[in-house]
């Protein structure tokens, strides 16, 4: 098929587009910036230029396509927020595809989505997942939780570094989800017609609260992690300061969203039915321990390499150099 991927050069998008290409898909991928997203030409994909707040840009990028898989949305980086990408954003999207007739529409959520209205995030997924039932468009919405890889800045990378691990509130569980995983999901999707017009959980294995995570880090990297809380107070405090700044927009939707990890509530669902419908395999979903564990065997190794080349540098240039006499 040939397949528009939005959101292409995110964490989440890069793996959809790869495993696209993979199972042999003609993959076109919507970016803003080609020359950021040049590893997405070399892995065999088409880029084309667009921008989702730029309606007009993206009817050049729909033509000839039969399914959109959209995994696009605003960075706490980005000059632009929540509002003008998830939710006008994704509208100009949606019309677009509707427009140039694409067939199939698959759109990532966030699970739980409508009990955090408050949040600007979830709210923006929400509306877009209930416009999308409304346009007419053949859909599957795939709502998540949280991805693995975002594990390693959180907690991996602070814990090596021996700085503290920011916990907020009361440690919510969450079902965390390897990107390379929820996009076999997507994929799976635009070719399994029992998944059409329909809303899907996808989430990891089991739910991990964050003093869990940690002590599966210390437990592969040999250290132990010094601990940080943060109230549920104190991010509400930030959230209010940081919304009187433009800086500080895309910051306090961020603050809002942490704050939701902060309740206790779990995020998870069962997702027995959903393997079956999708014709995946449960049992070939990566594990945090496995996936955790792979990342530190390789760090570790990284690091006793290059402990071995300092100290084998050390050794040369501390040898004892021959006293050579001259004859003058």
């Not at 076109?28 to 989702?52: D, Q, T, Y």
């Not at 009817?59 to 939710?87: N, Y």
């Not at 739980?112 to 999308?132: F, G, S, T």
Request: charged share 25%; net charge neutral; glycine share 8%.
């Amino acid at each position: 098929m040939n397949l528009l991927v939005v959101g292409a050069t995110g964490t989440l998008g890069r793996q959809v587009a790869r495993r696209a290409l993979d199972e042999g898909h003609q993959v076109r991928c919507l970016v803003r910036n080609p020359r950021k997203a040049s590893f997405l030409k070399e892995w065999g994909a088409e880029l084309i230029g667009g921008n989702l707040c730029q309606p007009e840009s993206l009817l050049p990028a729909l033509e000839g396509v039969d399914a959109v898989i959209d995994a696009a949305t605003a960075r706490a980086t980005d000059s632009i927020g929540v509002k003008e990408v998830d939710w006008e954003g994704q509208i100009n999207l949606i019309q677009a595809a509707k427009e140039a007739g694409v067939e199939r529409f698959i759109f990532f959520s966030i699970l739980n989505a409508e009990q955090h209205r408050d949040v600007p995030l979830m709210d923006a997924k929400y509306c877009v997942e209930e416009y999308l039932k409304e346009a007419g468009m053949n859909y599957t919405i795939l709502r998540l939780s949280g991805f693995m890889q975002g594990l390693i800045a959180q907690y991996a990378i602070p814990i090596l570094e021996n700085q503290a691990v920011w916990i907020t509130g009361e440690s919510s569980p969450i079902a965390y989800m390897n990107t390379q995983d929820i996009a076999k999901f997507a994929v799976q999707a635009v070719k399994i017609p029992a998944t059409e017009k329909q809303t899907f959980p996808v989430v990891g294995t089991r739910a991990w609260k964050g003093e869990e995570i940690i002590a599966i880090c210390e437990r592969y990297s040999g250290q132990t992690a010094s601990i940080a809380r943060l109230s549920l107070g104190f991010l509400r405090l930030m959230r209010r300061v940081s919304r009187f700044f433009q800086w500080g927009q895309n910051a306090s939707d961020r603050l809002a969203f942490a704050e939701v990890m902060a309740t206790g509530k779990p995020l998870d669902a069962p997702m027995e039915d959903v393997y079956k419908t999708f014709g995946l395999d449960h049992a070939e979903t990566t594990t945090l321990e496995s996936y955790l564990q792979e990342y530190f065997s390789r760090i570790m190794q990284k690091l006793k390499e290059i402990d071995y080349e300092k100290n084998k540098g050390k050794k040369k240039n501390g040898k004892k150099k021959p006293n050579i006499r001259t004859p003058f």
